[in-house]
């Protein structure tokens, strides 16, 4: 089920609230959990079971490596954990890649197995392989009780796009979180600012990158206004949803991780990760690169690392080489920035900026292909490869038509707004002001986005492949 | 406000939209059809477990749940509003408003649609219409955007490139041009048709292109003074309503008028009033959606036949070309299959026009 869908608002979600509030305590993540997997298996059916499997092998092996904790087997328990999670994932999602490239190689006609993705399958594994290495690491207790570990994996908010929320995080808010309408008046908010974002602005950038995929007018200018319309989807798509998930937990009393933070300000990639989905930066970072070595080891040694990491970081978002070519461009870039670039930053400001935007969207356009050929050809059509023109009518026309929400957009992809307003807050009457309008403003954008649903609109569901 | 006091409203506020319009969602009664967008509305679905593992329900409830969502039409009006006026977007959903007029854009062209199209007329001339002593002649009827596109800066078919490449699919038709006999003007505000109260000199041109000469006077009859055409539901724009209007005169209120829906003959009228105050009150000319109508003229003296195969443009012609003909067949290929043409017409020694829009040509896979 989609956050952004009449049934979720108007029919799931109310329904919800009120069983969350009428059961008492002790109940709350029983029926957490219960709504969690109606909400999976709604858009699920079948893979429910896979989840519930998966869950209940991460609950076991967390048993076992505790109850042999200090000994060998806690070893040979935690590597069985990693093991059955990541090969349930690389059934699942990456198999037909390996028996693709294996035809390619061997020009055998190895049958693919055409399996459908089981939608969030790379979230929950990856929290379930994060619980069980810190158990057994000891920094995280082991959880007991089935029911709150479930609750963990499979809580609603955050089970199908992030952000990937880590067990220490909520090992405590499982068991004792508080309630109170500061909190769900912030959960409320957040949650209608994601689902615009989402709605408003993402689905409307996504028809216009929908209109480029078909187009046959194609030009360098429209490549370029394709590659920008993209990376704002994708932005908005995702941190409205992760906006959407933070603000939902805040309802259920949950603080989940800030998953971005305005990321196309940065003046480096290496800040623009730090900014980017911050809960897959940082579980590779604790999870890959540092077991590693990280950043402490012969720069031969640096280098391997760096690649692991932006390997696996590219291939979890795909099953393609798109996907892998993304990710190594990164490490590359960030490779270059790391030992040849870090005081012409310091130096240039604007070039700076210049310099990531125009990576992050050559980047962009690399990862909304199909695969690695359409990529290639992507990407150098935004420098005129293949002789297709400079302009095209086309490109005039989805330019004069998208211009405003192109401009809202990059507007709202910066922190401008958010300081205003809290520059503004710091008088006192305009604090009151602002407190006052925020209710209708709340009220008027989920008016907004309830019509663009109603309307039957584009509403694409990005996460599907990841 | 201070911020405890808007917290508390807001989680309240919040609160009881949502339950207000979930249990408004869960009680309002089924719609089975929307008026506005002309098209049966989805209905709850049948829950099983077959549907529900095959994912069918969940995919058939959230249709349902859109469609029947409570104020839907005046959502979908905020909607467009929105994007138009304050996204100042161009188009929304592909309709726009220039000049007063609400039209669709019609882009790109699609040779592919133009070949299937030409396939269908071709059969039609190989199997009927060859060695019949039959003159053939083509028109096409631009869509609106002709007129309104390239001023207006909207994305819209090269008209003369489609027309000279449909022309080169179909060698064996004599064209006839009315591309400069139309203006915007002759098109409803609201609606993708034409007028038929300003298309006499069309009617007239093409009879007398194809020898059937004829200068009718005519009587304006006012159906419906609120017509809201088919573009008016689609944008959910609020317009002002177009009027219906027909033409009469004393040859055409002589002419005997036969459906064959069914196959078997059944008399009826030019115009059909009751549709003028329906779903689709254009569908007042010739009743609308028909697969084989014939109109006999009793009272002129020449022979002369025509075949017209049309699309919906043809409805509102087809009555004034009677008075250049003895008898018109209308045939309309999306209602029946080519194959079967020959158990109801006979073809020998008549004039055949295929009388279709750029809309129709562009967008051909309806046609049998």
């Known amino acids: ?466 | 406000m201070n911020n405890k006091l808007k917290n508390i409203l807001s989680v309240i506020l919040f609160s009881a939209l949502l339950l207000i319009v979930s249990v408004i969602c869960w009680v309002k009664p089924e719609t089975a059809f929307s008026e506005s967008e002309r098209r049966p509305l989805a209905s709850k679905p049948q829950l099983s477990a077959e549907s529900i593992f095959s994912g069918e329900f969940t995919e058939n409830f959230e249709k349902y749940t859109v469609d029947q969502f409570p104020l839907r039409d005046k959502f979908r009006t905020i909607k467009a509003l929105f994007t138009t006026k304050v996204f100042a977007k161009k188009d929304n959903n592909g309709l726009f408003t220039a000049d007063g007029h609400l039209s669709k854009i019609e882009y790109p062209q699609n040779q592919q649609m133009l070949e299937i199209a030409a396939e269908k007329f071709d059969f039609i001339y190989q199997t009927y219409l060859k060695d019949k002593n039959t003159n053939i002649y083509l028109s096409v009827v631009p869509d609106k955007n002709y007129f309104l596109s390239f001023d207006n800066g909207y994305l819209s078919i090269d008209y003369k490139k489609f027309i000279a490449d449909f022309k080169q699919l179909v060698p064996y038709m004599i064209y006839i041009d009315i591309t400069k006999l139309l203006s915007l003007d002759d098109y409803y505000k609201t609606d993708s048709h034409w007028k038929q109260e300003s298309i006499t000199d069309i009617a007239e041109f093409l009879a007398d292109k194809m020898g059937a000469a004829f200068n009718g006077e005519y009587t304006e009859v006012t159906a419906s003074d609120k017509f809201y055409g088919v573009y008016a539901g689609q944008s959910a724009l609020p317009v002002k309503p177009d009027t219906l209007k027909s033409l009469t005169n004393e040859v055409l209120d002589s002419c005997i008028v036969t459906y064959y829906d069914t196959g078997l003959p059944k008399s009826g009228e030019m115009y059909n009033m009751e549709k003028a105050g329906g779903k689709d009150p254009y569908e007042m000319f010739l009743s609308g959606t028909s697969p084989l109508i014939t109109i006999e003229n009793p009272n002129i003296r020449t022979n002369k036949e025509l075949i017209l195969f049309r699309d919906s443009f043809g409805s509102s012609i087809a009555p004034l070309l009677a008075q250049g003909y003895k008898k018109i067949t209308v045939v309309d290929i999306r209602y029946v299959q080519s194959t079967f043409l020959g158990n109801l017409i006979e073809f020998d020694n008549q004039d055949v026009l295929f009388l279709y829009s750029t809309t129709l040509l562009n967008n051909s896979t309806a046609l049998r």
């Open chain 1, 1 to 466: 089920m989609l956050f952004s869908s009449i049934p979720f608002l108007y029919y799931f979600l109310p329904i919800v609230l009120i069983l969350y509030s009428i059961t008492p305590k002790a109940l709350k993540n029983t029926v957490l959990l219960l709504v969690s997997l109606v909400f999976y298996a709604w858009g699920e059916p079948m893979y429910v079971f896979l989840m519930i499997a998966t869950i209940a092998l991460g609950y076991i092996f967390g048993l076992l490596i505790d109850r042999f904790r200090g000994k060998p087997l806690a070893k040979v328990f935690l590597f069985l954990s990693a093991t059955s999670s990541l090969l349930a994932l690389a059934y699942f999602k990456y198999a037909d890649f390996f028996i693709e490239n294996f035809n390619r190689v061997t020009g055998l006609s190895v049958p693919l197995f055409r399996l459908a993705l089981p939608i969030g399958i790379s979230f929950y594994t990856f929290q379930i392989l994060s619980y069980t290495v810190d158990v057994y690491r000891g920094t995280v207790n082991v959880q007991k009780n089935p029911v709150n570990l479930a609750t963990y994996v499979a809580l609603f908010p955050q089970l199908i796009a992030g952000p990937i929320v880590r067990y220490s995080d909520i090992e405590i808010q499982l068991t004792s979180r508080s309630h109170s309408f500061d909190k769900a008046s912030d959960g409320i908010r957040r949650f209608i600012f994601g689902l615009s974002k989402k709605i408003i602005l993402a689905n409307s950038l996504g028809e216009l990158c929908d209109a480029f995929h078909l187009s046959a007018d194609k030009s360098v200018a429209f490549f370029w206004l394709f590659a920008f319309c993209y990376m704002l989807q994708v932005y908005f798509d995702f941190s409205g949803y992760s906006d959407m998930a933070i603000g939902l937990g805040k309802f259920f009393g949950f603080e989940f991780m800030e998953n971005f933070n305005y990321p196309f300000i940065s003046s480096s990639i290496t800040e623009f990760w730090r900014r980017w989905h911050i809960s897959l930066g940082s579980w590779f970072r604790d999870y890959v690169y540092i077991p590693l070595g990280g950043n402490r080891v012969k720069r031969l040694r640096l280098f391997f690392n760096i690649f692991v990491v932006w390997f696996l970081t590219g291939f979890w978002h795909g099953a393609e080489w798109n996907f892998i070519i993304w990710g190594l461009y990164f490490g590359i870039l960030l490779t270059i920035e790391k030992f040849f670039m870090s005081d012409l930053f310091k130096k240039h400001k604007i070039l700076s900026h210049v310099y990531v935007i125009f990576f992050t969207a050559i980047s962009f356009v690399i990862f909304s292909a199909d695969n690695l050929t359409s990529a290639l050809s992507y990407a150098g059509g935004m420098f005129g490869l293949g002789g297709i023109p400079l302009a095209s009518a086309e490109w005039l026309y989805y330019l004069r038509s998208y211009g405003v929400i192109l401009a809202v957009g990059i507007v709202s992809a910066t922190p401008l707004v958010k300081i205003a307003v809290n520059r503004l807050k710091q008088i006192r009457t305009a604090a009151n002001i602002i407190n006052f309008l925020e209710i209708p403003v709340l009220i008027g954008l989920l008016i907004l986005c309830t019509a663009y649903l109603a309307d039957g609109s584009f509403n694409p569901f990005l996460y599907f492949r990841f």
